[in-house]
């Protein structure tokens, strides 16, 4: 089992800059694939970004790519998103999530634990 706590999130103009964190419980934080998703209001959880267990392979999002960058610190149970150029569309309630595997995805109903979410709002 692993639990996952989300932090970083917060307030920001357009424009600007946040960096998420998720802390994960547990031994065995790199046999998990893990993924970054987000719900805006009134709308389903979609995808942001995934990174595969040694870190080495990363799949975003089109309307993210070029602006986050998803890492990991397996010495540290932790996974990053750094969020650059953030827009008002970006705001939403990040969530961070694990996939036990070999494989990484893109799909939220593929992901096994997730976290409680961090607030993002980027105002105009």
């Known amino acids: 089992q692993v639990q996952l706590v989300e932090s970083g999130g917060g307030l920001v103009q357009a424009g600007g800059s946040l960096r998420l964190s998720c802390a994960a419980s547990?031994?065995?934080?790199?046999?998990?694939?893990m993924g970054w998703f987000r719900q805006a209001p009134g709308k389903e959880r979609e995808f942001v970004a995934a990174?595969?267990?040694?870190?080495?392979?990363?799949y975003y999002a089109d309307s993210v790519k070029g602006r986050f960058t998803m890492s990991r610190d397996n010495a540290k149970n932790t996974v990053y998103l750094q969020m650059n150029s953030l827009k008002p569309e970006d705001t939403a309630v990040y969530y961070c999530?694990?996939?036990?595997?070999?494989?990484?995805?893109?799909?939220?109903?593929?992901?096994?634990?997730w976290g409680q979410g961090t607030q993002v709002t980027v105002s105009s």
């Open positions: 990174i595969s267990r040694s870190g080495g392979t990363t």
């Open positions: 999530a694990a996939r036990g595997g070999l494989y990484v995805s893109t799909e939220r109903y593929d992901y096994d634990y």
């Open positions: 547990g031994r065995t934080f790199s046999r998990y694939a």
